[in-house]
Each structure stands twice: as structure tokens, then as C-alpha cells.
């Protein structure tokens, strides 16, 4: 081991090697967790979403790589799984009863290690400090082998859902009730292999396998209507015979997703799919609905004008708590 | 401690795999079956009706079997996967790679068919890259197996191991080889004839040619180390550099491509550790073709005879 990688690293929100930046109130994540009100909690967590947006953001322009659109894309998702959907246990991440989550689009894992910092896996600082750089367990693409908290080794797309699969069969064959998720993108449903897994869920039908689109409708190369058209998404999933959400949902909104949790709660029929509509880049008016920032250097100006219009939001988020 | 062989029994690979699974079943509940709609060919069938709730048949969809097989693997199931070897290995590599290696996760993969024991179905079947595929992956352990005895005993030290396993089995009935030695262990050679004049290191179901190749050579007065590798890796290297030291020469000979499998792993070993004049049996880089299975091995340069004129040449040669 190297000498303690975050050692040399101030907690500065992101102001590195460039001029100090304004900071903002940082939400206590056990305070989201233990929030009895429903409305104050989803209110806390689209905080939780949009201020972990800003830290994503911060550790792309300090380490100089990484993905923010797909990141961005998957905010709320991500933050309402690890803080209301999911039953896991950060100081026993491999306890056998837990919640699994497969994040297929394994390029959003600035934002996923973001958010399981936040949920207790490991400190924040480490995250921006190590991310993406040697010797760390931040990998550029999640290592569950790494990463406390991680489930899948994910990057190349489309194996999630084929692993989600073979997780939910293994709690049938144990009589184990844990929920498997799988968070899946566009680039993801490109992939065969996807389809071969929509098919065989159906044949199978475990309990409690739940599909996640992040349908942000962009890929690397662009919007996926021109790349790989996949409308009509829950339809096709419907006629593959799967449980399909009432669409729409937005998936930028924490009430909604809450609301779309509480449709799969009381669901009988497996496997379950909900296709949330989102926006690749999200929160960033010049980064959001284009392939241009799925994986583009943030440098010192994209930063310093990014950041702002983040701030912005999470401002009026705040007065909403 | 010369082998002959046995003009009795006859088995295939497949026959025992199916076997050994059934036997395994109840002292391992963990163990679970996932085929390609190849059962009834690759004789994961029997427990597969034995076993229907740890039984999947995931369709002809390898790439998402292996991977089901990975997710089954990070909750605690030992899973077995098995279809034709050219397509568990070949359609499925980047999802053995990247899920089941990468993470280190107990996979067993039984690639059945290999070689070119699939004789009639033509070059489309016939899997001779397998082994050069498999081997260049961490983590991986490559296992080709020489006779049905060796299938039982690989499955069940494969279900003890911590990582990946590869279990490369053959279509067809050849002869029992060790019913009489002690089991097979996963990184280990036998020698099954003592030597000092040229090493035979064999893997799979060529190995009863080599035994005959060996016994040919004696009656022209060399003396053959016969080394039947069946794990091309982790490889037994302290046993093949003591061999190879002793000897000299090596030939290798498998049921593969020269390029990437046994030979492949011998050359890779000794060119570190022990260099000597090596030649190679196996397919030359070329595509196959139907046939019956012994002739066309014959015709792709997979024969005794053939072993036995690779030793001539390469014993005439200087060391």
C-alpha cells in the first residue's frame, strides 16, 4: 500500500488547483435516512441527489476524467435507492439478506461511489481524491472486488440484467427474500445480451427482480432515436411478458420515483420493469440532453460555469427542506 | 509404470460428466446446472429432472447464461455451466472475462463437444481455440480432461476451488485410462511412462495416442517420458522442467490448435525455465471439417502415428 492516498487531499469542495469556490450546506445523510415524514424525506433526498451532482462534478474537474452525463442522469435514482429503496447495511455491505443493485451503465460510477460515501461505505474524500487514479478503489468503472457497497463489476454494457437475473434465481433456490435491482441505460438495451436476459426473466420469473431504465434517450454517439432507436421501450418489455410500470415517470423527481416504489411494493407479477424518462447531463443546462458531455474533459471553464447554475438549484432545494 | 491401453472400457466425456453431477447433487446442495437447449447432448439432462428447482436451461443465449451463472455465484451457488465448448467459450468470452474473471467468482464452465469430437457437424462445431482463449484469462484454471475417471474427480475438486474453473470434456466414448491411479488433481502432472529420451506432455483424449505412440517408441529404442497435463494452468512447471531437463526434447500433443493451448503453455514455461527443441501436435491454423471423428483427427494431424513420426524427427535433431 502507498502512504495514505488522502493524506495530501483538503476537503475543499472541489476548489483544487483553481480559485475558491462557494460552498453549500452538506445534507446529513443519517438525518435523510431517519426523516419519519415522507414528504420531508423526498424533499431531503432530491437534495441529497442534486448536491451529490455538485461532488460529481467537483471530482471529474479535479481528476481530470470521467462521465458526467450518464452520472448526472442517474442522481435521484441512485440516492433513492441507497436511502429509501434499498435494505442494505454499510458496516456489513456483504450481509446475505441485503438488497442487491446491479448498476449496468457502469460509467455513472462517479455518482454511484458518490452516493455510497454518503450512505457510510467509505469517506467522501477518498472518492475525490482517488478517483480513477492508481492504487485506488475507485475504479474508472465500479470493481466490486474494490469497492465496498459495489455488487457488480460493471462497464461493458449489458451484463446487469443477465446478473440480477442469476441473483433473484439464487434467493429462489435459498428462500431468501432480498430485492434484486438492476439500473440499466439506453446504451445497455443496445446490447443482445439485454434481450436474452428480458427473455429469460420471463421464462423464470423470479420475485423481486426489478428492472431500472434511466431512459435518457442519449448514447455516446448521440440520441439514441438515431444510434439504436428503442421505442416503444414498455411496450416492447410488455410484450417480452414483463410487469411494466404505468409510464410516465419522471425520474428526476423523488416523488415520483417514491410513487413508482410504491406501485412495485404491491406488485405480484415478476419479473417488474419501470422506465423512468430522464436527461443525459441533468442539472447543467449546456451539458444536458447531448452525447457532448457523456464522457468530455470538465476543465477550469466548464467547471467555473457549471457549477453556478448546480448551485442554483440545490439553493432552491434548500428553502424546500 | 508403463501405460498400455485398456482394451475394455469404453466411455465419453459426457456420459460422465452427467454422472458426476448426479452424484454430486446431494452433498452439494449449492451446485446448480444452467445449459444452452443442449442438455439431452451434453447430459446435464438427467439432473436437470432430478433437480428441476436447480436446474436452468436459459435457452441459446450463452453470453447471458454465463452471466446468470456469475450473479448466482456472488450469493453462494456454485453453478455449473455447460454447452457446446466452441460456444460457451467463444460466444460468451467477454461475460467470462469480464464477470466471472475479473471478479474472481466459483464458475464452473463444462465445455462439452471439444476438440473436434463433434467430427460430423463440421468446422462450425469443432472447438480448437478454446483452450488459447480460456488460458490467456486471470484467474482462470484450464482443465482438459483425458478419460470419464478424470471428469468425476476435475467436477468435484473444481467445486472446492475459490475462482473460475474451465472443464474441457470430449463427445465420444474413449477408453478408461485411470480407473487404477490415484484421482486427478487440478494442477498436477502424471507421468505415466518414465523416460529419458524425449518428453510426450498429452492432454484430453489424445492421451491414449500417446500411450500407444510411447509403446511404439520404445520398440525403436526411445524412451518417452509421458506426461499427461491435464491442467494447462495453473501448470505443473517444477514436473515439466524436471522432465524437460532430463530429456531434452519435448513434444507436445493435444486436441487444439498449435497456436495458444498445451503447446502453447509448455513452450511459454520452458522458454523461461528450461529451453529445449519443442515441436507441437494439433491442428495447423486452419478451419476443419466433417468427418468420422478418428480419421479426421488423422487428416488434421492428430494420430499416433503422427506422434510417433513428430518424435522420430525431433529425436534425430540436435538438443
Known sequence: MQSNPLAAYDDDNGAEGGCPLSTFRPIDPQGVLVEPNAARKWAKIQYLAQESRIDVLDTLHARGTGHWGGAASAAELLTYLYFAGMNVRPAEPKWPDRDRLVVSKGHASAMLYTILAKRGYFPLAEVRATFRQLDSRMQGHPCMNKTPGVEMSTGALGHGLSVALGMALAARVQARTYWSYVLVGDGCLNEGQTWEAIMAAAKFRPERLVLLIDYNRVQLDGPSAEIMPLDPLPEKLRAFNWNVAPNPVDGHDVREIAASFDWLRVQRQWPAAIVYATHKGQGVSFMTDTAQWHGALVDDATHAKARPELLATLGRLEAAL | ?319
Do not use: W
Open chain 2, 1 to 319: 509404470m508403463n501405460r498400455t491401453v485398456p482394451t475394455t472400457a469404453m466411455t465419453s466425456g459426457r456420459d460422465a460428466f452427467g454422472q458426476a453431477l448426479l452424484d454430486l447433487a446431494e452433498t452439494h446442495p449449492e451446485m446448480v446446472v444452467l445449459d444452452a437447449d443442449v442438455a439431452s447432448s451434453t447430459k446435464t439432462l438427467a439432473f436437470g429432472k432430478r433437480h428441476p428447482e436447480r436446474f436452468f436451461n436459459v435457452g441459446v443465449a450463452e453470453a447471458n447464461m454465463a452471466d446468470i451463472a456469475g450473479g448466482m455465484a456472488t450469493c453462494g451457488l456454485r453453478p455449473v455451466v455447460s454447452t457446446f465448448a466452441l460456444f460457451l467459450v467463444l460466444k460468451a468470452a467477454e461475460q467470462i472475462r469480464n464477470v466471472t474473471c475479473y471478479n474472481n467468482l466459483p464458475v464452473i464452465f463444462a465445455g462439452g463437444y471439444g476438440g473436434l469430437s463433434d467430427s460430423y457437424d463440421g468446422a462450425s462445431h469443432q472447438s480448437v481455440e478454446d483452450l488459447a482463449i480460456m488460458r490467456s484469462l486471470p484467474n482462470m484454471a484450464v482443465v482438459v480432461l483425458g478419460d470419464a475417471i478424470e471428469v468425476g474427480a476435475a467436477l468435484a475438486e473444481a467445486l472446492r476451488r475459490n475462482g473460475p474453473t474451465y472443464l474441457r470434456l470430449g463427445r465420444n466414448p474413449s477408453p478408461i485410462l485411470f480407473a487404477h491411479e490415484p484421482p486427478l488433481q487440478i494442477g498436477r502432472i502424471r507421468k505415466l511412462r518414465d523416460g529419458g529420451d524425449l518428453t510426450l506432455a498429452v492432454c484430453g483424449m489424445p492421451t491414449v495416442m500417446a500411450i500407444e505412440a510411447a509403446a511404439e517408441l520404445a520398440h525403436r529404442g526411445i524412451a518417452v517420458d509421458l506426461l499427461e497435463v491435464s491442467t494447462l494452468k495453473p501448470l505443473d512447471d517444477d514436473a515439466l522442467v524436471a522432465s524437460a531437463a532430463k530429456t531434452g526434447r519435448v513434444l507436445t500433443v493435444e486436441e487444439h490448435s498449435v497456436i495458444g493451448g498445451l503447446g502453447g503453455a509448455v513452450a511459454e514455461c520452458l522458454a523461461r525455465r528450461q529451453p529445449v527443441t519443442m515441436d507441437f501436435v494439433g491442428v495447423e491454423d486452419r478451419f476443419s471439417e466433417s468427418g468420422d471423428y478418428l480419421s479426421l483427427l488423422a487428416k488434421y494431424g492428430i494420430s499416433s502415428a503422427a506422434i510417433v513420426e513428430k518424435s522420430l524427427r525431433l529425436c534425430a535433431a540436435k538438443r
